[in-house]
């Protein structure tokens, strides 16, 4: 049985923007055929990340198999993509990590999916962001929620 590779959480930065290193992740596993069951390229936070580098993501998943590090993919999207000022991908960055549901079929889905994870109305997860990082069990969103209730 094979067991689920969790690519990096949404919340890590490379070259200032959030989710990229996931996204190179998710296309490594990809090659490898090890992207069990995650949405990849053509939807969500993939999708919104492609657009605002102004890449296609069959040029992303060529330029991640072709080149050895992330600063390498990060070194071709600033000569490929979009360069953009630091505020323009911090108020990007606020924006998608900010992302939560905003009617009341997608909190009802949220809420359902929260529930197939393991979590509850309590559990602190308040956005997609925070709904990644609940299900692949990464400790620093315990940590952070903690810290943001003032119990650290």
């Excluded at 930065?13 to 998710?26: A, C, E, M, N, W």
């Excluded at 296309?27 to 949405?39: I, P, T």
């Excluded at 936070?45 to 080149?67: I, S």
Aim: glycine letters at 8%; aromatic letters at 10%.
């Amino acid at each position: 049985m094979t067991s689920k590779i969790y690519p990096r959480s949404p919340y890590a930065t490379l070259g200032g923007y959030v989710h990229l290193p996931r996204f190179i992740d998710k296309a490594r596993l990809h090659r490898q055929g090890l992207l069990l069951g995650y949405n990849y390229k053509t939807s969500g936070f993939d999708r919104h990340l492609l657009a605002f580098l102004g890449v296609a993501g069959e040029e992303f998943e060529a330029a991640v198999d072709n080149l050895g590090s992330d600063d390498q993919v990060l070194a071709w999207l600033r000569k490929k993509g979009v360069n953009h000022t630091p505020s323009e991908i911090e108020a990007w960055n606020q924006a998608m990590i900010a992302k939560a549901p905003d009617s009341p079929d997608k909190r009802e889905r949220f809420s359902q999916l929260l529930r197939h994870v393991g979590g509850s109305e309590n559990s602190g997860v308040r956005t997609y962001f925070d709904l990644i990082d609940f299900e692949e069990r990464r400790m620093e969103f315990e940590a952070r929620r903690a810290q943001e209730r003032g119990s650290c």
